[in-house]
């Protein structure tokens, strides 16, 4: 059974009641720190403290707590700060009833009062949806009854509709026409809750848009926030769909360089979890650069580092004690595919960067 | 059958010759007013007048027969033009039992030169080719038939069914066509041939036959074109000339063109006035409005006895009384607007984009001019044009707009929109100084509600036309 990390922001995401089955504590301890720019405040007390804790399982535990994950604070913070806060495309006119707009009169103390407010409102739309695992599917069968085999022709499906059941808790059993009682699977779960505690955005079966003309259709026209928005609003976080369907929407954007669409959204950061992981952050550094975020490459990198310590550039970025321009040229060095093009783009960039330097000087 | 004698009416086709409608032939004028007598016989002077005309034609026929036998001078050149008319008859008839002695020798001639037949009976269809018919233009003629002067038109007696059309006679008509089909080069055949100069031959029956059939089908057709109804276009219904376009404006004096501006009629109405002379005196009055759909816009009334002229003064006038209204964005007005112009209660309201012109299908109509695409208007109490309109013009003109607003009160105009969350978009800031001090906001805003307003928000208001929905505008 795959553990759930949950944190509480990401239950309030959900609607649904789900109970944390396990709330792991975990805090970050490193052997060795390999982010210079980021030493991390950790005095040995508490080193001392977690390794008490965890001194049960502390094989499985170490091999773990070295690979950061995406729920923790510092990926998080770096992960918020590259998604940026585009205040006009977060708040872009939704698709509905218009009504005349109401003005007010305000002092400068009270605008800035407002666009505090909605910076707020901002930071919430952007909490980022949880990025789990496969889910494992169920093979439970509870019991055999061979009497009741060719009696009835359909399944029975029996779900336990108490209310104050998290979902995930939830007994779903199906009667086969052959007689075997076994545990639903994850897909007719899903389909017997939203038919019992129908949440808002979802449908009992996966609409027709994620079928994979459809989904194609949608790339071609540029809308992958509605896709992956879509996609949030119908599957469960670790159902095998809405991975699929994330991946595959990561892929396109990273085939076609379409970095920007998902700048200002809640899903940059899990896209950008995507690709360190998978080590693809090549287009999306060029995409960085190009766009004069140089900020937001060096914290990419960084996070790359992060993930694999023991990578090569890693292990020379730590020699090296490189910082900022220098970080991504040690990166486009070593371990990039697209290296010359990214130090190219930099070239470029460091030309135009000087040459408005002296045009302002 | 022929058209008859009537002599040309209408301006001459290329080689129809001259034009004989001026002056009577052969008329003499008595004076008397009452019926025209008419005697045979021809005045000189007219016929000399009529055949310095002639040259044309006459030049046409050098080095043909004709000149052999005919010489200007000394023939009555009257004749020769009673001649010409019936040749567009057919028969080369003899003229001759009644005015013989003026026809005699041409006659003659006629008989050595040309194959002559008299003339035969057209199945009922009586044919003279000298009548009342002849002895008049043909203006006057149709002056007589129309009878558009007479007491009967004056002070509106006028029908409408019982006005009557004049119609052109000689149109189709070619000198040298007819019953008969006779070939004259020069007049319905070519001239010449391979250098050739040709002679007078006639058609065959059939063909001549054929010619009549489409010389009729063709006069038919024009009948009938003449026949169809044009359908006026349509404003605001069936019978209204509210809502319809005159085009744009003439261009002025200076050679100023309103090519961008569109006027559009408001009301049309007639209107009497009392005179000494005639009694009670029509006059047309038109309230028309201009606007080039970018925020310039005016309107004018027009009066004048015939409706055309009306709507050109109007027209006219508009474009030198042009207000410049602000919009915002360039589709709704900036705030809304209540006012009362004499008796004429307007309540405009700011609508979001898509909206539509849901007002008074006047006030769609200006708003079209003006270039507002979206607004709600709501117009009570009298609903006099004028009034609208200049109550309407009067409001939108004082509009206050955002950087004004930020002007007067020195402080920060923001806008929210509900589709856009809570995001605080500026709009306008004071150009002057910046005040600190917040305005003074109430729990109960100090602003005087509208109880038809007030029912429909509580949903008192029992009407079955509120909140129906019509084609979008």
Redesign the interface.
């Known amino acids: 059974m795959a553990t759930l990390r949950i944190s509480v922001p990401f239950g309030r995401l959900l609607t649904g009641s789900r109970g944390a089955e396990r709330v792991c504590f975990r805090a970050r301890t490193q052997p060795q720190p390999d982010t210079p720019l980021q030493p991390l405040p950790q005095p040995s007390a508490v080193r001392l403290l977690c390794r008490w804790l965890s001194s049960e399982a502390a094989e499985s535990r170490s091999s773990e707590m070295k690979k950061p994950t995406f729920m923790d604070e510092e990926v998080q913070s770096i992960l918020i700060k590259m998604t940026g806060l585009n ?2 495309k ?5 698709v ?1 009833e ?14 800035e009062e ?2 505090r ?2 910076i707020e ?1 901002a930071k919430v739309r952007l909490k980022m949806p949880p990025v789990l695992e496969e889910r494992t599917p169920i093979n439970d069968v509870l019991a055999e009854d061979k009497i009741l085999e060719g009696i009835e022709t359909a399944k029975y499906v029996f779900t336990d509709i108490s209310y104050n059941i998290p979902h995930r808790e939830r007994f779903i059993v199906v009667r086969e026409p052959s007689g075997t009682l076994r545990k639903a699977s994850w897909e007719e779960r899903d389909r017997m809750i939203q038919v019992y505690f129908p949440k808002e955005g979802r449908r009992i079966l996966p609409p027709l848009i994620f079928k994979e003309e459809n989904l194609k259709t949608m790339y071609s026209r540029d809308r992958h926030v509605d896709v992956l928005n879509l996609c949030v609003a119908q599957f469960e976080p670790d159902s095998t769909e809405y991975i699929k369907v994330h991946h595959q929407t990561y892929e396109d954007i990273d085939k076609h360089g379409k970095y920007d669409l998902l700048r200002s959204t809640r899903h940059f950061g899990g896209m950008a979890w995507y690709f360190v992981n998978k080590k693809k952050i090549d287009g999306l550094l060029i995409d960085q650069i190009q766009r004069d975020l140089l900020d937001d490459a060096t914290s990419l990198v960084q996070l790359y580092h992060m993930l694999h310590p023991d990578g090569q550039s890693a292990q020379e970025a730590k020699e090296q004690a490189a910082e900022g321009v220098n970080l991504i040229k040690v990166f486009a060095n070593t371990e990039a595919q697209k290296g010359a093009y990214i130090e190219l783009t930099l070239q470029t960039y460091q030309e135009a960067f000087m040459s408005s330097h002296s045009a302002a000087s | 059958m022929g058209y008859g004698v009537v002599l040309g009416s209408a301006p001459p086709a290329e080689g129809w010759g001259p034009r004989f409608d001026e002056e009577p032939l052969g008329r003499r004028r008595t004076g008397c007013p009452g019926g025209r007598r008419r005697g045979s016989r021809f005045s000189m002077a007219a016929a000399v007048r009529a055949a310095g005309r002639l040259p044309a034609l006459c030049g046409v026929w050098t080095g043909h027969f004709w000149c052999r036998q005919l010489s200007l001078n000394t023939f009555p050149t009257a004749s020769v033009l009673a001649l010409k008319t019936t040749f567009s008859n057919g028969p080369l008839s003899l003229q001759g039992t009644r005015d013989s002695r003026h026809f005699t020798s041409l006659s003659h001639a006629l008989q050595t030169q040309c194959c002559i037949s008299p003339p035969t009976s057209r199945s009922g269809q009586q044919y003279r080719p000298y009548s009342f018919f002849t002895k008049l233009t043909a203006d006057e003629l149709w002056k007589g038939a129309l009878a558009e002067t007479g007491a009967g038109a004056r002070k509106g007696r006028g029908k409408r069914s019982k006005k009557k059309r004049r119609k052109d006679l000689n149109r189709g008509q070619v000198i040298g066509e007819g019953r008969y089909g006779f070939l004259w080069p020069g007049l319905n055949a070519p001239l010449m041939r391979n250098g050739a100069v040709q002679t007078i031959a006639q058609r065959s029956k059939e063909e001549q036959e054929q010619v009549a059939a489409d010389m009729l089908q063709q006069r038919e057709e024009w009948d009938r074109k003449r026949r169809m109804k044009v359908k006026r276009e349509r404003g605001w219904s069936g019978n209204t000339w509210g809502g319809l376009s005159l085009g744009p404006p003439d261009p002025g004096p200076n050679g100023e063109t309103y090519e961008d501006f569109d006027t559009r009629i408001l009301e049309v109405r007639n209107v009497f006035n009392m005179t000494a002379k005639e009694g009670r005196k029509r006059s047309v009055r038109v309230l028309v409005a201009v606007g080039n759909g970018q925020g310039a816009a005016g309107f004018a009334i027009g009066k004048a006895t015939e409706r055309v002229d009306a709507f050109r003064k109007a027209k006219n006038k508009a474009i030198h009384y042009l207000h410049y209204i602000e919009r915002y964005e360039d589709h709704t007005i900036f ?1 809304d607007i209540s006012l009362r112009y004499k008796r004429t209660h307007i309540k405009m ?7 539509g012109l849901h007002c008074h299908r006047a006030i769609i109509t200006i708003c079209r001019l003006i270039g507002i695409k979206d607004m709600y208007a709501k117009v009570s109490g009298s609903v006099n044009m004028l009034n609208l309109t200049r109550g309407l013009f009067h409001g939108l003109s004082r509009q206050e707009t ?1 950087q004004q ?2 002007d007067k ?1 020195g ?14 978009i ?2 306008a800031s004071p150009r002057g100084a ?6 003074p906001e109430e729990e109960v805003p100090d602003i005087r509600l509208d109880w038809e307003e007030v029912k429909a928000a509580q949903g008192m208001k029992r009407s079955i036309w509120s909140g129906l929905k019509r084609a979008s505008t």
């Open positions: 205040l006009e977060i708040f872009k006119p939704a509905q218009l009504k005349p707009p109401t003005y007010k009169l305000m002092t400068q103390a009270q605008l407002a666009t407010k909605a409102a | 705030h309201k700011k609508q979001p984009r898509g909206y955002h607003l930020a009160k402080l920060h105009v923001v806008e929210f929109r509900e589709e856009c969350g809570p995001l605080p500026l709009v910046l005040r600190k001090d917040p305005e």
